[in-house]
């Protein structure tokens, strides 16, 4: 009876879910219908890709941009193909992956909590601020397709990571084998993610903090069969990567590891750029603080990165609670 009651709670809040990720998806087409459909320069560039390649190019990257994926061109072009190419056309490739992002941010809410947080993920996803609902369907290149496999990487990790480390070996073939397919699936997507956009070192570095915390067990050697075939699966995800790279002398390395800058002189300055600018528009969409005071502003980013350093402090001790900690730490 608990069972079956338990059952029809989560079909509840499933169908909750996907209602909620299909009224963002209706709240982000009035917002490009309101807005004319509008498109910018950048946006304009990847349109330009997209008739190339249904003229026969096949690119790996963006051009000049030897580190950002031409995944979503591609997506694109059959689109193109069909209904010709426009600005609703370029538009819808982008606008759907926004809503892979609201469902898969609800599905990881229950992941690390339950379902109830899994809903109000979700709805908080589906109607954020303004600038990450823009930001969000933007046809740069990778954004969409970054968060979304983002979410993913996150959903798969926190699944290889249930074990918590309790054994260092095991017989039980089960677990090994759902193991061996949870670190398949983080392999094919970490190296689709790698591919697409190197932003994603935002999520692999707290999934390895994550597993070297709890999972160290994977260390054994018993699982290095496991470890092959998910280094293989990163290979095949990120093939087109690697091929481009061995045939142009490795130039996504040699044009993301040249000086770029004095980072450390410059430092204060990134901070600054940070406080009064890009946060003001997370929040609001507003690119200055309008209200606030420049005090009431630094006292402000301090109660948020306190309140993150809270949230690692609290993860950390509750230890039965991988996933948590590990959304902790990609939050920090």
Known sequence: MIVHHREKQ????????????????????????????????????VGLQVLHILDGDRPIF???????????????????????????????????????????????????????VGVLSTLLAAFAPSYLLVGGMKTWGATAETLL??????????????????QIHTDDTDLKT??????????????IAFWVSWLSTFYAMPILIAFMIYRRDLLHKSYWPIWTQAGLAFVIGSAPFWGYN????????????????DTWS??????????YDLSPRLVSGDPKWRLLSWPAIWWLQIVYE???????????RKKSFPTRALLAIFTI
């Open 10 to 45: 989560d079909k509840n809040a499933v169908k909750l879910i996907l209602l909620i990720t299909v009224a963002g998806l209706g709240l982000r087409l009035l917002l490009l219908i309101v807005a004319g459909w509008r498109y910018d320069y950048d946006e304009g560039m």
């Open 149 to 166: 496999l983002g979410n993913l990487l996150l959903i798969a990790a926190s699944y290889a990571l249930e074990k918590n480390g309790t």
């Open 62 to 116: 963006h051009p000049g941009q030897p580190y950002l994926a031409a995944l979503e061109s591609y997506l694109i072009a059959p689109i193109f193909a069909v209904f010709g190419a426009n600005a609703v056309t370029l538009k819808i490739v982008p606008w759907l992956l926004s809503g892979g992002y609201v469902a898969t941010t609800g599905w990881l809410g229950w992941r690390a909590f339950d379902r109830r």
């Open 178 to 191: 759902k193991e061996q397919k949870y670190m398949l699936l983080l392999g094919l997507l970490g190296g």
């Open 266 to 275: 410059n430092a204060w300055a990134v901070l600054d750029h940070l406080n």
């Open 306 to 316: 306190g309140g993150l350093v809270a949230l690692l402090i609290l993860a950390w």
């Open 246 to 261: 061995l045939t142009h002398h490795f130039e996504t390395f040699r044009y993301l590891l040249s000086d770029q800058g």
